[in-house]
């Protein structure tokens, strides 16, 4: 299986195609998700957590787009906030990444996987 590295609409203008990258769904879904409350942050990898160390944020950080024959699938690895609702938070997270890749692309997702790979405590008040 050849694997495609563009998103093609399928919409016919007249007046050419419109092409979507897979990192443009991936910025999309990164800000989605993060939109969304009980986030503590997303998991990325060493060379995003480097980049953002220069101070360039990077959107894209924990989201996987997979171009499949099938459809989209979306990975998306995420650290909670200690106390919410994991299943509540999650599907929180899938609907409004659904929802607004919609919006903005008019593309249909197959699957949008939630994968919580860690809790954030509460972070420490400074004193001073």
Same mark, same amino acid.
């Given at each position: 299986?050849a694997?495609q590295?563009?998103?093609n609409m399928?919409e =016919?203008?007249?007046?050419?195609t419109?092409?979507?990258?897979?990192?443009v769904?991936?910025?999309?879904?990164?800000?989605?998700a993060s939109e969304?409350?009980?986030?503590?942050n997303m998991?990325? =990898?060493?060379?995003?957590?480097?980049?953002?160390?220069f101070g360039?944020?990077?959107?894209?950080?924990?989201v996987?787009?997979e171009?499949?024959? =099938?459809?989209i699938v979306?990975?998306?690895?995420?650290?909670?906030?200690y106390?919410?609702?994991?299943?509540?938070? !999650?599907q929180k997270?899938? !609907? =409004?990444?659904?929802?607004t890749?919609k919006?903005?692309?008019?593309?249909d997702?197959v699957e949008?996987?939630v994968?919580v790979?860690?809790?954030q405590?509460?972070?420490?008040?400074?004193s001073?």
């Amino acid at each position: 299986m050849a694997e495609q590295s563009i998103v093609n609409m399928k919409e =016919n203008t007249g007046l050419g195609t419109v092409e979507i990258a897979p990192e443009v769904i991936e910025v999309i879904a990164g800000i989605a998700a993060s939109e969304v409350e009980g986030l503590a942050n997303m998991r990325g =990898n060493f060379a995003t957590g480097v980049v953002e160390k220069f101070g360039k944020k990077s959107h894209s950080k924990g989201v996987k787009v997979e171009l499949t024959e =099938n459809g989209i699938v979306i990975d998306l690895f995420v650290v909670l906030e200690y106390g919410v609702s994991i299943p509540s938070v !999650a599907q929180k997270i899938q !609907a =409004n990444i659904r929802q607004t890749l919609k919006n903005m692309t008019s593309l249909d997702i197959v699957e949008v996987n939630v994968h919580v790979v860690g809790l954030q405590m509460e972070k420490e008040q400074d004193s001073e």
